[in-house]
C-alpha cells in the first residue's frame, strides 16, 4: 500500500492479511505491518512505477532532458545488476538511460545516445551498501547544456554526489538525444543481471536537477521511520 502524506513523501507499507474478528471488523495483530518505506517525491514527476515489468511511458518523457529518482531496498552483493532503464526498444534496447547497482550494491548509470555511443558512464567506488538498506539516489541528464558545472550528467547516492573519479566517461559534451517510450524495470540490460532487492519508487521527471555548489541542498530529502507506536487496528469504517 502507498500513501502520500502531507510532507510529499511516499510511505510504503507491507500489511499481513488480517484476521477478521466475530464482529465482521479486520484486525491486525501487534506486529504485522512492517516498518513503513518511506521515499522523497521527484518534482514534476511524469513517471512513477515501482516492482518490476515493462511499462509505457506514453509519449511523457521527452529524452532531451530529465531526472530519475530511484528509492531501492538492496538485495544481496556479489554481481552488477540492472535496476531499470529507458528505451525506445526494449527488445533490442541500443539506446538507453540505464540505472543500476553494482557488486557491492552502489549505484551507477549509463547513458548511450540515439547512435547508440556512451556519453556517460559512472563506475563507483565510495562505501558498499549491506544488504536490505533502503538507498535513495537520484539522477539527472540535459544533452544540451552542463547542469553540474561542465557535466551534462549527474549522479547523487543519499544526497550525496559521486566522487569525480567514478566518471569513467565523462559526460562533458552535448549529444543527440532520442526520446524513450518504454521503461522496464528489475531486468538485466546488456551484461548485467536481474535485480533481487526491491523497487520501491522509480520516478521519472521531464526537469533537471542542477548540481554544483550546494546540490545537496536541490536533491529532495528522504526519511524513514524506524517502527509503528502500535500497529494494531480495532475495526474500520467505510
Known amino acids: 500500500m502507498k500513501v502520500l502524506n502531507s510532507s510529499?513523501?511516499?510511505?510504503?507499507?507491507?500489511?499481513?492479511?488480517?484476521?477478521?474478528?466475530?464482529?465482521?471488523?479486520?484486525?491486525?495483530?501487534?506486529?504485522?505491518?512492517?516498518?513503513?518505506?518511506?521515499?522523497?517525491?521527484?518534482?514534476?514527476?511524469?513517471?512513477?512505477?515501482?516492482?518490476?515489468?515493462?511499462?509505457?511511458?506514453?509519449?511523457?518523457?521527452?529524452?532531451?532532458?530529465?531526472?530519475?529518482?530511484v528509492s531501492i531496498l538492496t538485495g544481496a552483493t556479489g554481481i552488477q545488476r540492472t535496476l531499470g532503464y529507458l528505451t525506445d526498444d526494449p527488445v533490442t534496447p541500443t539506446r538507453r538511460i540505464v540505472l543500476g547497482i553494482d557488486g557491492l550494491n552502489r549505484p551507477f548509470l549509463s547513458i548511450r545516445d540515439y547512435f547508440g555511443t556512451e556519453r556517460a558512464l559512472v563506475t563507483p567506488s565510495y562505501t558498499s551498501i549491506g544488504q536490505g538498506a533502503q538507498v535513495t539516489f537520484v539522477m539527472s541528464w540535459d544533452s544540451t547544456q552542463a547542469i553540474d558545472v561542465t557535466r551534462f550528467a549527474l549522479l547523487q547516492v543519499n544526497r550525496s554526489a559521486i566522487p569525480a573519479g567514478d566518471w569513467l566517461v565523462n559526460p562533458v559534451a552535448s549529444w543527440t538525444s532520442f526520446q524513450p517510450t518504454y521503461v522496464v524495470l528489475g531486468f538485466g540490460v546488456g551484461t548485467d543481471s536481474d535485480f533481487n532487492g526491491q523497487i520501491v519508487s522509480f520516478q521519472i521527471s521531464n526537469d533537471t536537477v542542477q548540481g554544483g555548489a550546494g546540490a545537496g541542498g536541490q536533491a529532495p530529502s528522504t526519511r524513514v521511520f524506524d517502527r509503528f507506536l502500535n500497529d494494531t487496528v480495532a475495526a474500520s469504517t467505510t
Open 8 to 69: 510529499g513523501l511516499i510511505v510504503d507499507i507491507d500489511e499481513a492479511v488480517p484476521t477478521v474478528s466475530g464482529f465482521g471488523a479486520p484486525l491486525w495483530v501487534r506486529g504485522t505491518v512492517t516498518d513503513p518505506v518511506v521515499s522523497p517525491t521527484l518534482r514534476a514527476s511524469v513517471e512513477n512505477d515501482a516492482g518490476s515489468g515493462r511499462f509505457s511511458l506514453g509519449g511523457r518523457v521527452t529524452g532531451i532532458r530529465g531526472s530519475i529518482l
